[in-house]
T-cell receptor
Framework: GAGVSQSPRYKVTKRGQDVALRCDPI?????LYWYRQALGQGPEFLTY????????KSGLPNDRFSAERPEGSISTLTIQRTEQRDSAMYRC????????????FGPGTRLTVL | QQPVQSPQAVILREGEDAVINCSSS?????VHWYRQKHGEAPVFLMI?????EQKGHEKISASFNEKKQQSSLYLTASQLSYSGTYFC????????????FGKGTKLSVKP
């Protein structure tokens, strides 16, 4: 079956603009996770959902970052007033069962803020 | 508290063995191992759960020493396809979903 998909795969934006990154989890997966990964580093946790409920947002760097999963399927990570330091690979993962089940990662969205 | 992985990098010849370690200063509930090839997403390999339950990949094994809070990933008779960066992710409690990843171990297998 299809894996986790993310869109767009690449996003270039100017400083100060808002961006919305989308994640489509594996069908039927109940939990969804957002990570940020810098080059040469491991993924850094941002937030996660069980169904539509946001369980932990302790990894969101500041209040410019927010995420939602209104119907318990697709999720959107929004970054307002982007800054150059937000440039990174943003990865989404999903798991069949509730956390802490096995997480399957998507291909990521490469965000570049000019 | 980010887990510490060692070594940072290792170069092997095809057929050789390697061990990658992941240590934590906190008591762990589980350790998750992933392999990531350049430009690709991390791929799940193995989960080690507190209490010794192990789930994962048939050609790679791992252990979890609860006393030391250390997990080791064993790669035997390495193949070229084993090349990549290996990450361990840790959870402190069963109710959590926020994997904390180490900095990774870069494995290169040469013919």
């Amino acid at each position: 079956g299809a894996g986790v998909s993310q869109s767009p795969r690449y996003k270039v934006t100017k400083r100060g603009q808002d961006v919305a990154l989308r994640c489509d989890p594996i069908s039927g997966h109940v939990s969804l996770y957002w990570y940020r990964q810098a080059l040469g580093q491991g993924p850094e946790f941002l937030t996660y959902f069980n169904y539509e409920a946001q369980q932990d947002k302790s990894g969101l760097p500041n209040d410019r970052f927010s995420a939602e999963r209104p119907e318990g399927s697709i999720s959107t990570l929004t970054i307002q007033r982007t800054e150059q330091r937000d440039s990174a690979m943003y990865r989404c993962a999903s798991s069949r069962g509730l956390a802490p089940d096995t997480q399957y990662f998507g291909p990521g969205t490469r965000l570049t803020v000019l | 508290q980010q887990p510490v992985q060692s070594p940072q990098a290792v170069i092997l010849r095809e057929g050789e063995d390697a061990v990658i370690n992941c240590s934590s200063s906190k008591a762990l509930y589980s350790v998750h191992w992933y392999r990531q090839k350049h430009g690709e997403a991390p791929v799940f390999l193995m989960i080690l759960l507190k209490g010794g339950e192990q789930k994962g990949h048939e050609k790679i094994s791992a252990s979890f020493n609860e006393k030391k809070q250390q997990s080791s990933l064993y790669l035997t008779a390495s193949q070229l396809s084993y090349s990549g960066t290996y990450f361990c992710g840790t959870l402190l409690r069963a109710s959590q979903g926020n994997l904390i990843f180490g900095k990774g171990t870069k494995l290169s297998v040469k013919p």
